[in-house]
């Protein structure tokens, strides 16, 4: 650990990693997981294995089967306890199967132990060889005997107390001392003749020291008389050692037990002094702490009372475990910058945590004291200033409201509860005050309030004024619309105590701006939206499918002969005629679609996510067949229209609502160009596809040749190792102009013009360099999967390939796993089956991916050595939802378990999902809920820090 005192930017620091490298004990660094990530020569030496042995495991591998378990828990309780450090001997084993008795200490080293570690906390060990020591034991207990005879002559009591807890020997001088003879005691727990305050203090002192006895503590005997018998303990624990049967005896410890009842009666009558001071401390109004190195030392009633506990319970405590959490933050702060040397003021406020859960509000003053032992003392007094706050908060919520007193006022605690409301909230809601008190404020509000009660809501959790319109309910249930302002209301220190929430009648305003939106927004003729409502809904429609990838279309539909109706059976005939078309369109559609009347006989058609050209000709059918039957007009005068539609595509057609609308008008006048009564779809999206195919294959050739496709690593996760086992290879194309285009897009072009071949090549070679590279950074057990496309396959060379590949990166067989999709297992060609087995031959893993989605059969999995099944996405994404999915997992896991096949979940990105599919027995995982694909350097960090994001999830 640094001195915190030295300058960190000094030269003269000690070299530790040489003193750790060249230490002649063997040195162990590893996480709270036990994996080892650092080991000197020293411990390889001792376990008689390489460093690249050792890292990347639990260290208690290496421990002998009957330590090991007693190793974990106690490294279980050192991580969660107070205890900092662990010593106890224990037996490992080396590479030839030896027992190698050490000595092992284990210690937690934290962020606090220095100011260049990484924020985590790991347990640093140290291993020491005492084989020879352990010879020597048997010796010992020979010379025990000799011992015996000695501590017998002792004048001071003596006991030899085996792992039980039962006396094992006993000398004169303590038989005299508790008035029992020898053969009383020997064979007795040691408890039996302790009061029960020494019991209590016996099982502290074994505790805290974790069964290691190493220093002097009080005891209270209990004499043969009934009397207490005062003693000083003076222990030495006993080491473990083997027993007869081959089993390990707990040693227990050795003890020479002093007489100090005379003593302690001294100091006795000096506490009844002291209590005498107690008494007149805990007379004070105010209350007084004792805080030693951060723990109360003393506490009087009245600090006791604050809080709502006693002294006693107060004592032993933490002072930061009396303050409210919310201020726990500040006093830390406090505490920083006091040791950065600042200047505070000794006066400040805090609430302290009263035992009800309720809070106290104190001002404290604060003065330091030197302790003789040199550590740091502070005597605290408390005034509770709770009441006096209360009274001031009170005054600030009924000056909130007085303020607002002509409007409607609602009051709220800070979680919406309800406390006050005035008048004018009965007038405008119709609820009394004793209808509303204490209930939620949300009660209120209308069910479907929409996104000004969602806005509202938010502004409250985050502490902030809110102003807007509200749509609320009357206890009539009759729904109005209120004006609201939402004011936070808060302590002296910023906390929140209420809510003032002034509402003012809006309903009349809002009915008139709804007339006079509906105007602006609908035809008054039809009471179809209009070109205004109709460009909106185009632009939101263009941004929303834009965000989801999806396309969009835009229908303009012209009637044909409309004027010459109009001109022969006049206006309202023709306005009549035009509410039938709108009526008839209506039912051609979804009831998500938009039908809008631009202008005269215009009309247009949206179709949000149309799906296929052929869904969308079959709309314009229906629409085409629609306005080809009779309409009954004017009295029941029979007349036929038809109509021309042009069809715009997003993105094809236009990127923008303008756009759209000007080329499905193109395209509309071009089908009356066409002969009128049909549809025409827009033509330049033909030539803008063909030319836009072209750019993309020439720069994917130009890419294949610069090297612009890059291989990133997606982590597959093992649950049960709770580590990164692999990395999928994902290839990645950032195109210098158009970004990051997506693989799905790129690849099927790719096998069209004969260039998969060359981008499968350089993403195995890559992923397989990138592998090695692992294996010699010293992360050996890592596989890395690389998918590969069917016409790969087919031509017959690919095992050739990976065998090339394997010998050029130096990549072991075992190392690599090639994923093929189901749809290649289909095709009967012997082909398939040579490049297959000769993949498996090589050692190389078969993994079918996306399992599940296409034809595959029992069959084919005993046709070729498959050794994984990967599930396919869309059915880890809904298998908590859909029963189909969920079965269909189910089905495959149990499957592949019979067939002795591993499964890897792709797509996990819940930790529900998890939590199924590891009740399900799932082997591996991969998803965005682990880590997404990264690049080469960014996956190798991953690999060389603590898996806490992995741990977090899995463990």
Excluded at 220 to 237: D, I
Excluded at 358 to 383: C, E, F, P, W
Excluded at 431 to 440: E, N, Q
Excluded at 885 to 908: F, H, N, P, Q, W
Aim: hydrophobic content about 40%; overall charge negative.
């Amino acid at each position: 650990m640094r001195d915190r005192g030295a300058d960190p930017t000094s030269g003269d620091r000690p070299d530790f990693a040489a003193v750790f490298a060249q230490s002649g004990e063997g040195l162990l660094v590893c996480g709270l997981d036990g994996v080892a990530v650092a080991a000197n020569r020293a411990f390889c030496d001792l376990v008689g294995r390489s460093r690249g042995e050792v890292l990347g495991r639990p260290f208690t591998d290496f421990v002998e089967g009957r330590d090991r378990v007693a190793l974990v828990q106690r490294l279980d309780r050192l991580r969660s306890g107070p205890l900092r450090v662990l010593r106890r001997d224990t037996r490992f084993v080396n590479a030839r199967g030896h027992v190698v008795w050490t000595a092992l200490s284990v210690s937690l080293v934290g962020p606090e132990d220095g100011d260049d570690g990484d924020g985590r906390e790991y347990f640093g060990i140290q291993v020491r060889d005492i084989s020879d020591a352990k010879q020597l034991e048997q010796m010992l207990l020979d010379s025990e005997r000799r011992h015996r005879t000695i501590f017998s002559a002792l004048s001071e009591g003596f006991a030899q107390v085996d792992g039980d807890g039962r006396i094992v020997e006993v000398n004169d001088a303590l038989c005299g001392m508790l008035g029992v003879g020898r053969p009383d005691i020997v064979g007795r727990p040691l408890t039996q003749f302790l009061t029960g305050e020494g019991a209590a203090t016996l099982a502290i002192e074994l505790d805290r020291r974790d069964g290691l006895m190493d220093r002097a503590f009080g005891l209270s005997f209990r004499h043969a008389e009934g009397r207490e018998v005062l003693t000083q303990v003076y222990p030495a624990g006993l080491a473990d050692r083997l027993g007869a049967s081959g089993g390990t005896v707990t040693g227990g410890f050795i003890a020479v037990i002093v007489d100090t009842t005379e003593r302690s009666l001294a100091e006795r009558s000096l506490a009844a002094s002291e209590e005498r001071y107690r008494t007149l401390v805990d007379s004070m109004q105010d209350g007084l702490l004792q805080v030693r190195d951060g723990r109360l030392e003393f506490a009087n009633e009245a600090a006791a009372r604050m809080v709502g506990s006693t002294p006693a319970a107060l004592v032993g405590r933490t002072f930061m475990s009396m303050v409210a959490p919310e201020d726990q933050p500040m006093l830390a702060d406090r505490y920083e910058r006091r040791l950065r040397g600042e200047v505070l003021p000794k006066e400040y406020e805090a609430r302290l945590l009263r035992a009800d859960g309720s809070r106290a509000v104190v001002n404290l003053h604060t003065a330091q004291t030197g302790a003789r032992d040199g550590g740091r003392m502070h005597i605290t007094t408390m005034k509770d200033v709770t009441e006096r706050k209360r009274i001031e908060d009170e005054l600030r919520k009924l000056s909130s409201a007085l303020d607002q007193s002509a409007a409607a006022v609602v009051i709220t605690d800070a979680r919406g509860i309800i406390e006050y409301v005035n008048d004018r909230f009965t007038k405008l809601t119709g609820w009394d005050a004793a209808d509303v008190l204490g209930r939620p404020a949300e009660f209120l509000a209308d069910p479907d309030g929409g996104p000004e009660a969602d806005a509202m809501a938010k502004a409250m959790q985050q502490g902030r004024l809110w102003k807007g319109e509200a749509r609320c309910r009357r206890k009539t249930g009759e729904v109005y619309w209120e004006h609201t302002s939402i004011a936070p209301v808060r302590d002296a220190r910023g906390g929140i105590t209420h809510y003032v929430a002034v509402k003012e009648d809006i309903t009349r305003r809002k009915e008139s701006e709804a007339r006079v939106w509906q105007q602006a927004n609908y035809d008054a003729v039809t009471a179809l939206p209009n070109r205004v409502l109709f460009q909106d809904r185009l632009a939101q429609s263009v941004t929303r499918a834009r965000r989801r990838d999806e396309r969009l279309c835009v229908m303009f539909i012209d009637l044909d002969r409309f004027k010459y109706v109009n001109d022969t059976l006049g206006h309202e005939a023709g306005d009549e005629l035009l509410r039938e078309v709108g009526v008839r369109l209506a039912t051609c559609v979804r009831e998500s679609d938009t039908v809008a009347r631009l202008a005269g006989d215009e009309f247009t058609v949206l179709l949000p996510d149309p799906g296929a050209d052929k869904d969308i000709t079959a709309v314009a059918v229906r629409i085409l067949e629609a306005l080809r039957e009779r309409f009954l007009i004017a009295g029941g005068r029979e007349v036929f229209v038809g109509g021309s539609i042009g069809v715009a595509l997003f993105p094809q057609d236009g990127e923008d609502a303008g756009t759209l609308l000007k080329n499905a008008d193109t395209a509309m006048y071009r089908a009356k160009e066409n002969g009128r009564n049909t549809y025409q779809f827009y033509t330049a999206e033909m030539n803008a596809e063909a030319v836009n195919r072209l750019m993309l294959e020439t720069d994917l050739r130009r890419a294949v040749e610069q090297g612009e496709l890059v291989v990133h690593f997606q982590p597959v996760v093992d649950a049960a190792a709770r580590a990164v086992t692999g990395a999928e290879a994902l290839v990645r194309w950032r195109h210098p102009q158009r970004g990051l285009v997506a693989p799905g897009e790129f690849l099927p072009i790719a096998e069209e013009i004969g260039l998969i071949q060359d981008i499968g090549r350089m993403v195995l070679r890559t992923a397989c360099a990138e592998a090695a590279a692992w294996r010699a950074a010293g992360f050996e057990g890592l596989t890395v999967s690389v998918n590969i496309a069917d016409r790969q396959v087919t031509t017959g060379r690919l095992h050739v390939v990976v065998n090339e590949v394997l010998a050029e990166t130096g990549l072991p067989a075992e190392a690599l796993a090639v994923e093929v999709g189901e749809s290649l297992l289909v095709r009967d060609l012997p082909i398939i089956d040579e490049v297959l087995g000769g993949i498996s031959a090589q050692g190389v893993k078969l993994v079918i991916d996306d399992f599940g989605t296409g034809y595959s059969s029992l069959q084919h999995l005993r046709r070729f050595p498959f050794r994984t099944l990967k599930l396919d996405r869309s059915f880890v994404r809904d298998v908590l939802q859909d029963a189909e999915d969920k079965v269909l997992v189910e089905t495959v896991i149990a499957m592949a378990r019979k067939l002795g096949l591993s499964v890897v979940a792709e797509g996990v990105e819940t930790a529900a999902q998890l939590d199924w599919l590891l009740g399900q027995y799932c082997d591996l995982f991969q998803g965005f809920l682990f880590g997404r694909p990264l690049p080469p350097e960014e996956f190798r960090a991953l690999l060389g820090r603590p898996l806490r994001e992995v741990e977090a999830v899995i463990g």
